[in-house]
């Protein structure tokens, strides 16, 4: 449902697939009938929804259901460049012990190869090595390719824009420019600590630092999000840094000065 709403919400065209086929018992027709109250009107009952029957497991129809996907991306003639810089954006990022930072990608247009330099969120660098989803090692990505980039020089954030540009001078001008405005949205205000968090009684609210690192970006920023999410009109929590990989010594020392636990 939430799907449908999303999907509706962007004016995007939808595909329903109906998985668990292989299951006795299964009706397809009764989910058919059920997205009628979300007026999700299939083939089968005169609508414009595609449908596939599939069974994720057993791997029944999912050639089907690629089909049913080519099919509508010829109908709406989505096509994109493979001639020109690649555009990416940025769908996972972690810090790999043996490799460093990674980001997996999505290629939009252009072709993205290996040698490239690039910008990315406020990250610059340049592609060392390109690996496919099925672990190979690939020399480029044309769009629509997922990919994972190795060659960052830090962690960029889930959603950044990937683009790659001329030169490496003009990746590090554009990443620190970026990087300028990140610190300047940063709070300036004094770190709070837990012994002078109570000594301001004319403030009603407790702020409580914490600090925050995880394996990869998206489940940071689900923490991130899920404890500024339980902050109360009382207390409320402050990240004073949330990032990938290990605790580092710097964070160490910002959460002794600050009196912040830290996450892990």
Known sequence: IEAINHTKAAGVPMIVAI??????????QKIREELLQHEVIVEDMSGDVQDVEVSALKKTNLDKLIEAIHNQAEL??????PDRAAEATVIEAKLDKGRGPLATVLVQRGTL??????????TAGKIRALTDSSGKQVKEAGPSVPVEV????????????????????RAREVAA????????KRTTSA???LENMFADKSSKI???????RGDVQGSTEAIVNAVNRISTDE?????????????????VTLANATGAPIIG
């Not at 998985?19 to 397809?28: H, L, T, V, Y």
């Not at 407790?206 to 925050?212: A, K, N, Q, T, W």
């Not at 990240?239 to 964070?251: N, P, R």
């Open 76 to 81: 709406l003639e989505l096509k994109a460049n």
């Open 177 to 184: 420019y970026r990087q300028g405005l990140l610190d300047k």
């Open 113 to 122: 190869k290996v040698g490239d330099v690039f910008v990315a969120g406020a």
């Open 235 to 251: 207390i409320k929590v402050r990240v004073l840094s949330a990032g990938v990989g290990a605790i580092t010594e710097g964070d």
């Open 150 to 169: 190795l060659g960052l020089s830090s962690v960029p954030s889930a959603g950044d824009p990937l683009t790659v540009v001329e030169n490496e001078a």
């Open 191 to 193: 770190p709070v600590t």
């Open 206 to 212: 407790i702020e409580f630092p914490i600090v925050i």
């Open 19 to 28: 998985n668990k086929i292989d299951k006795p018992g299964a009706n397809p």
